[in-house]
């Protein structure tokens, strides 16, 4: 996977091109096996697991690693010991490993503290976790904050067990240490932000964790050959403290967040969702719902709740930051959601390009939105004295000569192209062809870069 979306321009790209369809299937399959390559991987809030995926990121962009001490005060929390993870088991008295670790590590409870002990069923059976609505599944269950353990399988394998003695292990630490996250920043024009985020603590789990990984990764590739506008953030994060601690560090800093979205759940089949931030209209809000409703395929608009991924914490009422949450199927809408089915089959590399597509889009519309001011403002313009209109009459007017019209009549310096965009229902590419065409023949002239919220 040198570089995972050096076919993700979609700039010029037709349905009808064969070649599209080929970079479409490449792109998708590389994104796909950079999942493969973490799926093994144990991972959680702390510890070598979360290093381990940081370090196979940076095979492919240039994340820096952050340290943060455990202990460490954020907010109202406090960064949790490492936890670091050996092996675990439930043996029977035959010496069979009816409970592994290394089979799945879904099977242990994230953050079980050590155990070395035998026991009976019934002594055993409080701390073994299933679903019985799931019976072939094995449940991702964690206790970060309450010192426990426990083990995570089928209801059916449970069933199974039989009255035994019964050999507990699990050989883990909890000391302190570091909760680690990555940091990518692409310098843009401007020290205004785009926050782009997503959590790094799931062990494997391809859907709710790896799949916003993935796209996350290649999009920052794509970003990285472009001159870009604004700064772009990338932070891969435990899941809620890494959020809050990210924030608790940066605090003096994130009012410099103009956009952002949280990527999760990106590479189901199930149609792209997108929730809003708390502000509920902001320019990221707008220009992924618009994108969405361009891209004529079913789609989902949620409204903001308290309840979700991280956008919780950079929405909070102290941040409150222009941050949504972009997703295919939504988290717990999926059967497969938190269960050993969220693995390498369920997520699909045509499913992993798509949603990276629409993210390069709505990228693409706030890095172009801005106001104009229209320098002939008294009446249209004749505008074949400019290049700008075919010279046959009587024809219906084409999407490019309705764009022309549109940014014209709404270049009073009040309108963003993405406002033109919403209104005239005409696709980006179009009103920014427009503008870019108006601005060359000295019709309109920018006067802000558009409104930053």
Not at 155 to 160: G, I
Not at 181 to 192: H, I, Q, V
Not at 200 to 217: E, F, K, Y
Not at 259 to 269: K, P, R
Request: glycine share 8%; aromatic share 10%; hydrophobic share 35%.
């Amino acid at each position: 996977m040198d570089d995972i979306a050096r076919h993700a321009d979609l700039a010029d790209l037709r349905e009808s091109d064969a070649a599209v369809d080929l970079s479409a299937d490449k792109t998708g399959r590389a994104l796909h096996e950079f999942i493969a390559d973490m799926y093994p991987i144990s991972r959680s809030i702390t510890g070598d697991g979360t290093r381990r995926t940081i370090d196979l990121i940076r095979n492919h962009i240039p994340l820096t690693t952050c340290e943060v001490p455990s202990g460490l005060q954020v907010f109202d929390w406090t960064v949790p010991p490492e936890w670091n993870v050996r092996d675990a088991y439930v043996k029977n008295s035959a010496g069979e490993r009816v409970i592994d670790f290394r089979k799945s590590n879904l099977h242990l409870l994230g953050y079980s503290i050590p155990v070395r002990a035998h026991m009976t069923l019934d002594e055993l059976k409080p701390h073994l976790y299933s679903d019985p609505e799931k019976p072939d599944w094995i449940p991702y269950r964690t206790s970060y904050y309450q010192k426990t353990w426990g083990f995570c399988l089928p209801h059916n394998e449970l069933l199974a067990m039989q009255e035994d003695d019964y050999e507990v292990c699990i050989d883990t630490s909890l000391a302190p240490g570091h909760l680690t996250y990555g940091d990518l920043r692409l310098l843009g024009r401007t020290s205004d932000e785009v926050l782009i985020s997503c959590h790094i603590c799931h062990p494997s789990l391809c859907n709710d964790n790896l799949s916003g990984i993935a796209v996350a990764t290649a999009l920052a590739q794509h970003l990285r050959k472009m001159e870009l506008r604004y700064t772009y953030r990338f932070v891969f994060i435990p899941g809620t403290i890494g959020a809050i601690t990210w924030l608790a560090l940066n605090e003096a800093h994130v009012g410099r967040v103009k956009h952002g979205f949280v990527l999760t759940c990106a590479g189901d089949s199930g149609a792209m969702t997108y929730k809003r931030s708390r502000r509920g209209n902001t320019e990221i809000d707008r220009a992924w719902s618009y994108v969405l409703e361009q891209s004529g395929e079913p789609y989902e608009v949620q409204e903001f709740s308290p309840y979700g991924y991280d956008e919780r914490q950079y929405c909070s009422p102290g941040f409150n930051l222009p941050i949504g949450t972009v997703m295919r199927t939504p988290f717990g809408r999926f059967a497969e959601y938190h269960s050993s089915a969220d693995n390498l089959d369920f997520v699909r590399p045509a499913a992993l390009y798509d949603t990276l597509t629409k993210a390069i889009a709505a990228i693409d519309v706030i890095e172009n939105n801005a106001c104009f001011r229209s320098e002939k403002p008294f009446c249209e313009p004749k505008l074949g004295n400019y290049g700008l209109y075919r010279g046959l009459g009587g024809l219906a007017a084409g999407d490019f000569q309705m764009g022309l019209l549109w940014v014209l009549n709404l270049s009073d310096g009040d309108h963003s192209l993405l406002d033109i965009a919403e209104r005239s229902k005409l696709p980006w590419a179009v009103i920014k062809e427009a503008a870019a065409a108006l601005s060359r023949a000295g019709l309109i002239k920018q006067s802000e870069p558009g409104p930053t919220n």
